[in-house]
């Protein structure tokens, strides 16, 4: 229940169709991807940086959290409500305020789409690095919260090296400037940077400096087929370890294909187990010294084939639809973003094996090869309490193996209030501290996004 006079005020700022404290309408505002419930007491949809400053300060008066939200497509559980208060969509800051072709910058406002940008970035020649697969719906805020990243940042990186600089609102309502306008530039710290990432917890981003790459002159397609995980995982390694790095490199186990081959029963070959899609961008000269070099790479023991391919549309088609599909098979999959170093791949996988193996689940791996960072599915029946608590300890000795292996708990999803509970696994009791004491300076009443990113004990 928020307070009658807070209420009062917000009634006065903003119109109906602006703030919505009916459970219905409040309702479509209680969810992300992480499937957990927890509806908000109000939601509020500003429209100016200077609204939302009014909002935040309204909210440390009356010690209300509030919860930024871009579109609620976030993994981990960030945009969760999880102890009632505001919702803060910034869904309707939707102005992309310039397109600065020779500076290579788009300026945003934080409910734009990631498909937003790279339509008005294309007819310039160039594109926005940031390629998550939700690019058609998720938010560019939201992606910066998150630093959200796809199958092209093994060569592009994820969204912490495309954007300049930020403008926003901290918890304790001050507007800040971040960063600069051209791409170099060492005045002060490098506030940007902690920003993003930061899941909504620091301040409220209100617009986005963002830097934009040329698009590549041409692209081309290898998949490779392997009889068996060890050597498609011996062929990541290899291609890795190429001077022509790959644009993609996408892998898949054989769970995977056989959800694939349940959707497109004629698309993959019977005696593939595991698989890598591999894109290459550039100039036609480097494309093809590029090819020549990754499929040599990919001649390891268990190679069935590896082969250019015209047109690998239908394929990225199939991948995109392998998260989609494990939610049809199993609509309480723990689905985790690890990363780990590429050399040590082989033994993550091959572990992660045993594991699952020893607590008896299922579990299907994918994901974005090139950068260590492996989508691991494990497949739960939530009826079934064995297996849940089986899942939860094999869970825990994922995390332990990732630790061991020098890698991270999450490579794009971030830590919401899903992974919480094992951040102290990865960041020590210092550094942690040191967090905490800059949340406290950037929202000392704790109203932004409480609870999230920090363990619940801490
Ligand atoms: C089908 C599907 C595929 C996906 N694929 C990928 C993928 O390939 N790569 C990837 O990285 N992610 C992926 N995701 C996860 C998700 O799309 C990303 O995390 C995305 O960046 C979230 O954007 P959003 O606008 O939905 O943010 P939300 O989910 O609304 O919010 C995410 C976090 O950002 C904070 N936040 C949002 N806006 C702001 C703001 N303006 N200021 C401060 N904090 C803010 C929220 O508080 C929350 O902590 C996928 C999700 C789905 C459903």
Redesign the pocket.
Known sequence: MLPANLLAHLHAAFPPDRFYTDPVDCYAYAY??SRKIFPPDAVLFPLTAKEVQHIVSLCNQYQVPL?????????AG??LPEVGGIVLS?ERMLSIISVDPANRVIVAE?GVLNQSIQDAAKPHGFFWPP????ATF??V??????S???PHAVKYGTTREHVLGLK?VTGAGNFITTGCYTTKGVVGYDLTRLLIGS??TL????EATLKLTALPGAVAGITAHFHDLSSCTAAIVRIMALPQLPSALEFLDSGSLNLIRGRYPDMLPAETNAMLMIEVDGSSTDISAALAAILEACQTDGLIHANQVDNAEALWKARKAL??LLREIAPKKINEDVVVPVNTLPQFLHELAQLSANHQLHNVNFGHAGNGNIHVNLLIDPNDASEVARAERCLDEIFDLVIKLRGTLSG???I?SEKRAFITKEIDHATLQLMKNIKQLFDPNNIL?PG?LFPAAE
């Open positions: 992300d991807n919860i930024p939200r871009g579109r609620g497509t976030g993994t960030g945009s910034l934080p390629d998550p697969s939700s998720s938010s805020g939201g992606n910066i919260a998150t959200a990243g796809g926003a899941e909504g301040a409220i981003i209100t998260s989609p794009e999803h971030g919401g996004n999230k």
